[in-house]
T-cell receptor
Framework: DAKTTQPNSMESNEEEPVHLPCNHS???????IHWYRQLPSQGPEYVIH???SNVNNRMASLAIAEDRKSSTLILHRATLRDAAVYYC???????????FGGGTRLMVKP | DGGITQSPKYLFRKEGQNVTLSCEQN?????MYWYRQDPGQGLRLIYY???????QKGDIAEGYSVSREKKESFPLTVTSAQKNPTAFYLC????????????FGQGTRLTVV
């Protein structure tokens, strides 16, 4: 399975864009990259996923490097409600379960 | 509304007792999963089930047991053999194919005293 590296924590100001990086240099060519986030004392929630092209949805954008060794989750305007732990998760070779690393704790300052 | 429900939200048990955590989904998902989360850590996979009447061990299955007799239900039993059972337990479900979204319950916080 591909290993991921994410910063332990990041800080942002409210209303500013946030770029959350993830390195997944051992990812295989057919593995999607998934992003989930977990708010305090809640279960994780899906944010976005992609394979090669950049992806957009109502929550965020996902920019995937051309060599697929890294990706960046972009929150266009951070709000206080976006304070959470963000997990970058490549597909699991053993099946469809998600393998969570430590994630990035995003703090948003008013 | 469709979703995945875990109950109870908080659970207290005495050491040495078995305890069963409930997980129900009405999303018609084939796959269901149990994860454990310790403070400040990521989630670790305990058991998963791809289809009714079948399940597989995850990374930390020792001291836990599951059943999948119905598509919508995947209860987890924390047995007395689990050495450190106090944790936050999360259940999830998905369609079962790769590249599909997983839906998580709100979790059960188990405290063993």
């Amino acid at each position: 399975d591909a290993k991921t590296t994410q910063p332990n924590s990041m800080e942002s100001n409210e209303e500013e864009p946030v770029h959350l990086p993830c390195n997944h240099s051992t990812i295989s060519g057919t593995d999607y990259i998934h992003w989930y986030r977990q708010l305090p004392s809640q279960g994780p929630e899906y944010v976005i996923h992609g394979l090669t092209s950049n992806v957009n949805n109502r929550m965020a954008s996902l920019a995937i490097a051309e060599d697929r060794k890294s990706s960046t989750l972009i929150l266009h305007r951070a709000t206080l409600r976006d304070a959470a732990v963000y997990y970058c998760i490549p597909d699991n070779n053993a099946g469809n379960m998600l393998t969570f690393g430590g994630g990035t704790r995003l703090m948003v300052k008013p | 509304d469709g979703g995945i429900t875990q109950s109870p939200k908080y659970l207290f048990r005495k050491e040495g007792q078995n305890v069963t955590l409930s997980c129900e989904q009405n999303l018609n998902h084939d796959a269901m999963y149990w994860y454990r989360q310790d403070p400040g850590q990521g989630l670790r996979l305990i058991y998963y089930s791809q289809i009714v009447n079948d399940f597989q061990k995850g990374d930390i299955a020792e001291g836990y047991s599951v059943s999948r007799e119905k598509k919508e239900s995947f209860p987890l039993t924390v047995t007395s053999a689990q050495k450190n059972p106090t944790a936050f337990y999360l259940c999830a479900s998905s369609v079962g194919a790769r590249n599909t979204e997983a839906f998580f319950g709100q979790g059960t916080r188990l405290t063993v005293v």
